[in-house]
């Protein structure tokens, strides 16, 4: 436990020093200037980020743990039928990032799920700081849904700290505010997220924000019908309409914004995009009759 704990403390170092390096990016080629809210975000978002830190710590130890053993009592798939390090880290990367992206198309199509995953889309602005802007109840959720593979699989302890790391990275480049040409971040989509593709995600818009869900292997997307090509996120709204208040948008605001009953957090994106959609269909019905 004492081993998983300071592994996890010097984690958060590798995630401070690579924010920090993204951070001094994002001044130099930015996509977008700094505005108003890229100035108000940071403290809430830096908060909600060392929350964040503090729960994902916890719940990872817990999840080694449990990997741990069974890695150590030879159970799980990967342990009936044994692969190489090199194999079974891929494996257990794509099978992970694959509850990853169920899981989050799960919080844009629950509404007590999406209760908690819209303090993440809630932000104005987004760059490096918005990453790991989440409610201690989105991590909880996705943490159940990765151990809920994780451990049936049998993953080795290695092989799921590798994973973790570099879904965390790659969550740190596609949300920073970065220029990146326009022709290389249309390459990288046949392979993962992009900063480009991920912006879409964080559209304002419902049928724009219920695309690209992907955070390593883009191909999820790809499959599942729900990319967006990258272009189109060099102009982006960001946001969720009506909780873009300054009063909201503090960190106590933030926390309580699943329990608030003034918001209208009624209405996941995925069922306002198809609300949207049928509204549009039936106009056009209308207008050919």
Known sequence: MVTSLLSSMSTVGAILGAMAVIALIEAIVPLHARGRWSRFHLLPNLALTFTTFGTNILMNAAIVMALAWTYSNRMGLLRIAPVGPTAE??????????????????????????????????????????????????????????????????????????????????????????????????????????????????SCRPHETNTNYSNIFSIFDRVFRTFTPSPRGLNIKYGLAGLDRPVVQTTFGLLAMPFASTLNLTETPGRAATRQAYEANHQLGDFRQ
């Not at 760059?127 to 080795?156: C, F, N």
């Open 89 to 202: 880290s891929i494996v257990v990367a794509v099978l992970l990032d694959f509850a990853f992206y169920a899981v989050h198309v799960a919080m844009h199509r629950s509404v007590f799920l999406w209760r908690f995953h819209c303090v993440h889309h809630s932000d104005p602005a987004v760059d490096v700081t918005t990453t790991i802007r989440q409610h201690p109840g989105e991590s909880v959720i996705r943490y159940a849904a990765i151990a809920a593979v994780a451990i049936p699989l049998g993953a080795s302890p290695a092989a799921f700290a590798i994973y973790r790391l570099w879904s965390v990275l790659s969550g740190l480049v596609e949300h920073c505010n970065i220029r990146v040409p326009v022709a290389l971040d249309v390459l990288l989509t046949w392979v993962t997220s992009t900063p480009n593709m991920h912006k879409i995600h964080h």
